[in-house]
C-alpha cells in the first residue's frame, strides 16, 4: 500500500528529534534507520521520497549553520513596490497564487456574515486544516505539533462569529494545488491592513530563500516596526502558502514558528533540498 504524506512527515519527525538529539554529531544511515524501526534500505527510500536528498545531507539542512549560510547565500532583499497595495499574486514552486484582501470593515466584525468551510488534507508536514470562504483559501494550519483541535480552535478564534461548515470537497481543488504546490489556488486574505502588507511581503520570498524580520519591516515602510512584523508573521493564518517560515532573525536563529519549530525547520529544509536538486547541487 502507498505510503502517505502524513505518515513520511511523522517518520521525518522522530527522524528530527534524534538528529537534535545527537547536536552537532552526524548520525549515521544505519543508526537513524534503527531509530526508525526500519532497515537502512527502506529508511533510505522512504526519507528520499520525502525530502529528495539523502539523509546525511538532509542533517546539514536542519542545523544553525545552514539557516545561517540560508542568510549569507540565499537573502532575499524585499524591494517596497512588491509589498504595498493589497492585490497581486507570487509564484510558490509551480504554484500560481491568486489572492485578495477582505475589506478592514469586514475583518472588524470577526466574520459575522461570513461562511467558513473547512476540511483535513494530508500534506507534506502532516495533517492540514484547511479553511475557505468562497473567495479562496482563508486559513491553513498544521497540526502535527499542536493537536487538531488546537489548530482547529486557533484558527476558528480568528474570526469568531462566522459560520462554520465541514465541506472538504468544496475546498478539494484548492488544497490538492496548495499543499501539492502545482496548479492554481486562491487565497482570501482575512486581517488587518499593517498584517496585510506584511503577509504580501511574505509572499515575495522565493521558494529556497530567507528574510529578516527587520527586512520585511524595511519593505512595508515602517523600518522601526520590526516587533510588530514579528507579531504579524505570527499571526499568519496561511503558513505555507505565505511562507513565514522563511522570516529569520538577523543572527540565522530561526525565531519562533505558529505551528512548531519542528514544521518550520522541515519546511526550510523541504525546499532548500528541493532548491539544490533543482541547481544540480548534490
Same mark, same amino acid.
Given at each position: 500500500? #502507498?505510503?502517505?504524506?502524513?505518515?513520511?512527515?511523522?517518520?521525518?519527525?522522530?527522524?528530527? #528529534?534524534?538528529?537534535?538529539?545527537?547536536?552537532?554529531?552526524?548520525?549515521? @544511515?544505519?543508526?537513524?534507520?534503527?531509530?526508525?524501526?526500519?532497515?537502512?534500505?527502506?529508511?533510505?527510500?522512504?526519507? =528520499?521520497?520525502?525530502?529528495?536528498?539523502?539523509? !546525511?545531507? /538532509?542533517?546539514?539542512?536542519?542545523?544553525?549553520?545552514?539557516?545561517?549560510?540560508?542568510?549569507?547565500?540565499?537573502?532575499?532583499? $524585499?524591494?517596497?513596490?512588491?509589498?504595498?497595495?493589497?492585490?497581486?499574486?507570487?509564484?510558490?514552486?509551480?504554484?500560481?497564487?491568486?489572492?485578495?484582501?477582505?475589506?478592514?470593515?469586514? /475583518?472588524?466584525?470577526?466574520?459575522?456574515? @461570513?461562511?467558513? /468551510?473547512?476540511?483535513?488534507?494530508?500534506?507534506?508536514?502532516?495533517?492540514?486544516?484547511?479553511?475557505?470562504?468562497?473567495?479562496?483559501?482563508?486559513?491553513?494550519?498544521?497540526?502535527?505539533?499542536?493537536?487538531?483541535?488546537?489548530?482547529?480552535?486557533?484558527?476558528?478564534?480568528?474570526?469568531?462569529?462566522?459560520? /462554520?461548515?465541514?465541506?472538504?470537497?468544496?475546498?478539494?481543488?484548492?488544497?490538492?494545488?496548495?499543499?501539492?504546490?502545482?496548479?492554481?489556488? !486562491? $487565497?482570501?486574505?482575512?486581517?488587518?491592513?499593517?498584517?496585510? !502588507?506584511?503577509? #504580501?511581503?511574505? @509572499?515575495?520570498?522565493?521558494?529556497?530563500?530567507?528574510?529578516? +524580520?527587520?527586512?520585511?519591516?524595511?519593505?512595508?515602510?515602517?523600518? !522601526?516596526?520590526?516587533?510588530?512584523?514579528?507579531?504579524?508573521?505570527?499571526?499568519?493564518?496561511?503558513?505555507?502558502?505565505?511562507?513565514?517560515?522563511?522570516? $529569520?532573525?538577523?543572527?540565522?536563529?530561526?525565531?519562533? +514558528?505558529?505551528?512548531?519549530?519542528?514544521?518550520?525547520?522541515?519546511?526550510?529544509?523541504?525546499?532548500?533540498?528541493?532548491?539544490?536538486?533543482?541547481?544540480?547541487? =548534490?
Amino acid at each position: 500500500m #502507498e505510503q502517505t504524506e502524513t505518515y513520511h512527515y511523522q517518520v521525518m519527525r522522530r527522524a528530527i #528529534e534524534a538528529i537534535d538529539a545527537a547536536g552537532d554529531n552526524q548520525i549515521t @544511515l544505519a543508526d537513524l534507520a534503527a531509530d526508525m524501526n526500519m532497515s537502512p534500505a527502506h529508511f533510505q527510500r522512504l526519507f =528520499s521520497t520525502w525530502v529528495g536528498v539523502s539523509p !546525511k545531507r /538532509y542533517q546539514q539542512y536542519l542545523t544553525l549553520a545552514h539557516a545561517k549560510s540560508l542568510l549569507k547565500e540565499r537573502f532575499t532583499t $524585499l524591494e517596497t513596490a512588491h509589498a504595498v497595495g493589497l492585490s497581486g499574486s507570487g509564484r510558490l514552486h509551480d504554484l500560481f497564487v491568486r489572492w485578495e484582501a477582505m475589506s478592514p470593515g469586514d /475583518y472588524a466584525r470577526d466574520g459575522a456574515d @461570513l461562511t467558513i /468551510y473547512w476540511g483535513w488534507f494530508e500534506s507534506p508536514f502532516g495533517l492540514a486544516l484547511v479553511m475557505g470562504t468562497n473567495r479562496g483559501i482563508c486559513g491553513l494550519a498544521f497540526a502535527a505539533e499542536s493537536g487538531p483541535g488546537t489548530a482547529m480552535a486557533d484558527l476558528k478564534s480568528r474570526w469568531p462569529r462566522a459560520t /462554520y461548515i465541514e465541506d472538504p470537497a468544496f475546498l478539494r481543488p484548492w488544497a490538492v494545488a496548495a499543499l501539492g504546490k502545482s496548479g492554481e489556488t !486562491k $487565497l482570501h486574505m482575512i486581517g488587518a491592513p499593517f498584517q496585510l !502588507k506584511v503577509w #504580501e511581503a511574505l @509572499l515575495t520570498i522565493p521558494s529556497g530563500h530567507v528574510t529578516t +524580520y527587520s527586512e520585511i519591516a524595511g519593505a512595508i515602510g515602517s523600518p !522601526k516596526a520590526v516587533r510588530a512584523v514579528g507579531t504579524a508573521v505570527g499571526r499568519n493564518p496561511v503558513s505555507w502558502l505565505i511562507p513565514c517560515h522563511r522570516a $529569520l532573525r538577523k543572527s540565522g536563529a530561526l525565531g519562533g +514558528y505558529h505551528w512548531g519549530l519542528p514544521v518550520k525547520r522541515a519546511m526550510l529544509a523541504w525546499e532548500s533540498a528541493r532548491a539544490d536538486v533543482s541547481a544540480g547541487v =548534490s
